[in-house]
């Protein structure tokens, strides 16, 4: 059974870092696309980064010279350095891996709270 535990969110300050991580159990993560994206309150969930499973990464606009997503495949982990945080980053974060057979798995978020 896939499983994808996120952490890493909290309270920070407008200006301010926080790292998430996700770690990934259940499948060979290192063959595997993953992503992060997030979900503000009233909105859709939207995409923020992608790296594939030979590190070519993709990043939404809004977060570009700001975030970085990485991935550690000894430990089956993938980050989400994000740095100069603003108000309107404030979500919940969710990390999905996407298979080679096109199967999206996800966890169940973890908030993220920008104050101003």
């Known amino acids: 059974q896939v499983q994808l535990v996120e952490s890493g969110g909290g309270l920070v300050q407008a200006g301010g870092s926080l790292r998430l991580s996700c770690a990934v159990s259940?499948?060979?993560?290192?063959?595997?696309?993953m992503g992060w994206y997030r979900q503000a309150p009233g909105k859709q969930r939207e995409l923020v980064a992608t790296?594939?499973?030979?590190?070519?990464?993709v990043y939404a606009d809004s977060v570009k010279g700001r975030f970085t997503i990485t991935r550690d495949n000894a430990k089956n982990t993938v980050y989400l350095q994000m740095n100069r945080l603003k108000p309107e980053d404030t979500a919940v974060y969710y990390c999905c891996q996407t298979t080679v057979r096109g199967t999206d798995y996800w966890g169940r978020g973890t908030l993220v709270n920008v104050s101003s």
């Open positions: 790296m594939s499973e030979i590190g070519l990464t």
């Open positions: 259940g499948s060979i993560f290192s063959i595997n696309h």
